[in-house]
């Protein structure tokens, strides 16, 4: 590969225009959207806006007048269709580990003589996490966590199994798993369905609906834009939204401003907000996802698929990176639109690399993680990345001690 | 009262100086801190550089770089003091309603032989709800709500209460509940104390260790104006760390970079973290707290009462305002910091004086709530607010369409 085929690829690309959207150093190569996504440069005057004029000058009149209360509709009707959702299904709110919480607490009630949750071994923590803090406070008769690895997942589908809970694409390699197949194969048995959607919400196309999905949450710092810490979302098929969720906070009464004592819940995705939601952060993400306003999600997923392929090959033309092992699969479809390659010292490669403006990340225990956003990433980034992981493993500079002092977010 | 009374007032405030803290239009009279404090000026910049420098260009290194990843324990610190607390015992996330059910949680657990959860009849709905809830999760024999009047809490109090559930100030009528008394009587019969603190942290000097309180939730953007919807805080004392709560999100993890599939709960009041807190949420409410640095709070409590019994002597002292029923206690010390008064019009009068520049709030049925915060508000204020308020009632313009045309807040 030469530069030159680069920049063809950079010269045909019909996303090539939307990084101009985003605030993002030039020098910069950012391989790290699947953890916190770049700033869109819209957030910086509504947050302005928002912090200014609503807060500061409107005060407690703008939860009318400016909408905030209404926020947490509006925004989930912008992720909805990214994500294959019709109207009506996805809110903004929480984290996403508490709309994990209730959902799964719906998905048990739905399927109440049964009491496994089925999930994978290594799936991001926070989601094992909550399963077993709810098993172990309703005791495993009602719920109880049993992982088994992906290729296990369809033989593991049996009538013990009252929800699978499930990360579209791994949050170590990127394995992308089959929506349509697993939905299918879980509702021939009975069983609820609860999808991950973190690495998968923006950065390829999702189709809930299309899938007949129970239940999904999702994330909207990473391929969303939407902040550090920002809301995350959740999706619940019309179908189900009767089923009651635990967390009965005011947001999510049907009359909120009636003060009455008796919880009433909404009869709608309104039912699944809890407490008064963060108002700037809402607004960050509201003004970020109007990035997404033009987008074809199918050139977003041929662009992500081809960054990775590319920086695949350039990695296997330098005989000197054969001290990385792929973590992931060569396959385009089987992958979300990251990469992992193993190595002894990817902790401090990931930060060697970091020094010379190539931002990727570190997942223990040897995983060096790299990201690629179709919005802001050039192909002429790909070239430089791999060009500067060659001078720092050829270099060895990465055995300098001061890459090797761990941080407290690694 | 003359108005060279007032100006005398004003000039002996030694809380005056403060209002250039916050970023507030002269021409506003803001009787609704209550309902979300102004904003302070140090936020401005504060969110400009997160958004702008930490954000947009020094990406995901923030977590590490400006201690994004500490900013829940931080924000908790700098509130322990307003609230009595000593070290390692407040931290700062999710919203009321959610840390209620993780202090409840734990409470339930600490009495596993009980399941009543006492509380007040006319207790903010919200609390309400979530133990209503946590009741349909667990069952009865778990938990159950039982409400009583203000008057009834202490004779109410015995060996089938498992929590009682108190807020310290009511948030329609600012009745001021007595924290070390009932504390005191609950622990004689073995009852573990929820304190809920959206009223009074800021609002006066709160003692929770020193009442030997076992739980605290409280609100970031009431008196701490931290931003609509700022992140809450809850408080766990020592004692009672190492019980658990149910919500095991990753941030609540002892290591959460190391991503082991077992939830390990830290040994902290960390363990109380969920998901990935919003930074810029975080942030504005830690530049908010600063407004507090050499604040003492019992000149605070002194000028709250002090503009509470000027504003009821000047309602008094107008004829025209006798359609006015008080609703709160005319005892200062038996009081939050704000009033409450009844009318049939109560919805009207509120919209025509903000149309004055009068903002209180409503809150139904039929209350007419002002909140006094000493920080911002002057006497001078005062003066002007009930002027206004005769205005509107003198003339009868809050019976225009446009006061009563009702918003979806209220």
Not at 138 to 166: G, K, N, P, Y
Not at 353 to 368: H, Q, Y
Request: proline share 4%; net charge negative.
């Amino acid at each position: 590969m030469k530069f030159a085929d680069i920049e063809v690829l950079d010269a045909n690309d019909p996303l090539a225009k939307k990084r101009e959207l985003f605030s993002l150093d030039e020098n910069t190569i950012y391989l790290d959207g699947n953890s916190l996504g770049a700033l869109p440069k819209a957030v910086k005057s509504r947050i302005n806006d928002v912090v200014e004029q609503q807060w500061g000058r409107d005060l407690i009149k703008s939860w009318n007048q400016h909408n905030w209360i209404d926020l947490p509709q509006t925004v989930g009707e912008k992720i909805a269709p990214l994500i294959g959702a019709g109207p009506g299904q996805v809110i903004c709110c929480d984290s996403i580990s508490v709309n994990l919480f209730k959902v799964l607490c719906s998905a048990l009630q739905l399927n109440s003589e049964r009491s496994v949750v089925l999930s994978t071994e290594d799936n991001f923590p926070t989601d094992l996490y909550m399963v077993q803090g709810l098993s172990d406070l309703l005791s495993t008769q009602r719920c109880q966590l049993r992982t088994v690895s992906e290729e296990e997942i369809a033989s593991s589908l049996d009538e013990s199994v009252a929800v699978l809970m499930l990360t579209q694409v791994n949050f170590r390699t990127g394995s992308l798993l089959d929506m349509q197949h697993l939905t299918s194969l879980a509702h021939e048995k009975g069983i609820i369905v609860v999808w991950d959607l973190a690495h998968s919400a923006g950065a390829l196309p999702v189709e809930l609906d299309k899938c007949n999905a129970d239940f999904a949450v999702g994330c909207g710092y990473k391929y969303l834009n939407g902040g550090p810490g920002s809301p995350a979302f959740l999706y619940v098929a019309k179908r189900h939204q009767s089923t009651r969720q635990p967390l009965n906070g005011w947001m999510g009464h049907s009359q909120p401003f009636t003060f009455n004592p008796d919880y009433q819940a909404a009869e709608s995705i309104h039912q699944y907000l809890v407490g008064t939601p963060s108002i700037l952060a809402m607004s960050a993400m509201d003004a970020a996802l109007d990035v997404w306003n033009d987008v074809d999600m199918g050139q977003v997923r041929a662009k992500s698929i081809e960054l990775a392929d590319l920086f695949m090959q350039l990695v296997d033309e330098r005989p000197t990176l054969k001290s990385l092992k792929l973590c992931s699969t060569r396959k385009g479809n089987d992958r979300g639109s990251q990469l992992a390659y193993s190595h002894d010292n990817a902790y401090a490669i990931c930060q060697a690399l970091i020094e010379k403006g190539v931002i990727a990340d570190f997942r223990a225990p040897n995983i060096l993680r790299l990201g690629f956003t179709p919005l802001y990433t050039s192909y002429k980034d790909i070239w430089n990345a791999v060009g500067y992981l060659s001078e720092v493993i050829e270099s060895e500079e990465f055995l300098k001690p001061q890459y090797n002092m761990k941080a407290k977010v690694t």
